[in-house]
């Protein structure tokens, strides 16, 4: 178990330093886009921690999707958990998206939020889910029921995420296309996709290193909790 | 707001936000396993 509390710490850890090496590397070595194709080239570089937080959020709401899933199958202990560090990573690389995502807009569409682009407000309903979930989680009181309804809307939220993700195929609006992937769209510089692929690395290692530790401190808080209950058991008997 | 002032405000706001979340995440596992440690290894003992 410290093996793997540790494991988690320094992947964290590595994962952040490889975060902020990115954005050092999205300012200064990064090539400028071509000025006569957007309004603000120079604000494109967000587009090196956007693309990271958007798809480690995905990820994260894959993971709440597998715990609700095996909560329902088998009212496992892991799967509960699962939904606690899926929700809350969800939340924190979905609010980076969502914080990221509106301060390019008003600097290159001129407006920080698009009401007619599907993609935007899926995935602002996501995130909106993943607020919910964290907030649910540390006010009700934990119990079968609480389980049961907060598991049943991580399914729900589930289905938003291949929505989302197809979105700007689908019905692209005003949001750029798909860049990871290759497409006859993103047609991007080497060194773009390199910086990008290492920003991608970086967040999956802090994302890796947050599932451990959140999942971690989870476990002391539910033996705790154990603890507690048995010497009141003791106690009353 | 210029391109390049809406990048490093973006960057700072984000450096903040994830590195306090870690740092908080960190220090809550820290201050845990060291009050539950060894309250557990007496236990076992």
């Not at chain 1, 967000?46 to 693309?51: F, M, S």
């Not at chain 1, 715990?67 to 009212?75: E, L």
């Not at chain 1, 008003?106 to 602002?124: F, I, K, M, Q």
């Given at each position: 178990m410290d093996v793997i509390k540790k494991i988690g710490v320094n992947l964290t850890l590595l994962g952040l330093l490889g975060a902020y090496f990115t954005a050092i590397l999205g300012f200064f070595w990064a090539p400028s886009v071509d000025p006569d194709q957007w309004n603000a080239p120079e604000a494109y570089r967000i587009v090196y921690w956007h693309v990271p937080f958007a798809w480690t959020s995905f990820l994260a709401f894959c993971l709440l999707f597998i715990g609700s899933a095996s909560w329902y199958v088998s009212r496992s202990e892991t799967g509960w958990r699962l939904i606690n560090v899926g929700s809350e990573l969800?939340?924190?690389?979905?609010?980076?998206?969502?914080i990221s995502g509106p301060i390019w807009g008003s600097v290159e569409w001129g407006v920080p939020w698009d009401w007619g682009d599907v993609r935007l407000n899926t995935y602002a309903l996501l995130t909106a889910l993943a607020i919910f979930l964290v907030m649910a989680l540390r006010s009700q009181p934990?119990?079968?029921?609480?389980?049961?309804?907060?598991?049943?809307i991580g399914l729900f939220g589930f289905v938003l995420v291949p929505i989302t993700a197809i979105a700007t195929t689908l019905w692209r609006d005003r949001h750029p296309g798909l860049v990871i992937v290759d497409s006859e769209d993103s047609g991007i510089d080497p060194e773009i996709r390199l910086i990008l692929m290492l920003g991608t690395i970086s967040f999956m290692a802090i994302f890796i290193g947050l599932t451990i530790v959140i999942d971690s401190i989870h476990r002391i808080k539910s033996e705790i909790e154990q603890q507690n209950i048995s010497k009141d058991r003791v106690g009353l008997t | 707001m210029t391109g390049i002032y809406a990048a490093v405000s973006t960057y700072a706001i984000l450096s903040v936000m994830i590195g306090v979340y870690i740092y908080l995440k960190l220090t809550s596992l820290a201050k845990l396993t060291s009050e539950f440690e060894p309250i557990k290894r007496i236990e076992e003992e």
């Amino acid at each position: 178990m410290d093996v793997i509390k540790k494991i988690g710490v320094n992947l964290t850890l590595l994962g952040l330093l490889g975060a902020y090496f990115t954005a050092i590397l999205g300012f200064f070595w990064a090539p400028s886009v071509d000025p006569d194709q957007w309004n603000a080239p120079e604000a494109y570089r967000i587009v090196y921690w956007h693309v990271p937080f958007a798809w480690t959020s995905f990820l994260a709401f894959c993971l709440l999707f597998i715990g609700s899933a095996s909560w329902y199958v088998s009212r496992s202990e892991t799967g509960w958990r699962l939904i606690n560090v899926g929700s809350e990573l969800g939340l924190l690389f979905g609010a980076g998206v969502i914080i990221s995502g509106p301060i390019w807009g008003s600097v290159e569409w001129g407006v920080p939020w698009d009401w007619g682009d599907v993609r935007l407000n899926t995935y602002a309903l996501l995130t909106a889910l993943a607020i919910f979930l964290v907030m649910a989680l540390r006010s009700q009181p934990d119990g079968e029921g609480t389980r049961d309804t907060l598991a049943a809307i991580g399914l729900f939220g589930f289905v938003l995420v291949p929505i989302t993700a197809i979105a700007t195929t689908l019905w692209r609006d005003r949001h750029p296309g798909l860049v990871i992937v290759d497409s006859e769209d993103s047609g991007i510089d080497p060194e773009i996709r390199l910086i990008l692929m290492l920003g991608t690395i970086s967040f999956m290692a802090i994302f890796i290193g947050l599932t451990i530790v959140i999942d971690s401190i989870h476990r002391i808080k539910s033996e705790i909790e154990q603890q507690n209950i048995s010497k009141d058991r003791v106690g009353l008997t | 707001m210029t391109g390049i002032y809406a990048a490093v405000s973006t960057y700072a706001i984000l450096s903040v936000m994830i590195g306090v979340y870690i740092y908080l995440k960190l220090t809550s596992l820290a201050k845990l396993t060291s009050e539950f440690e060894p309250i557990k290894r007496i236990e076992e003992e």
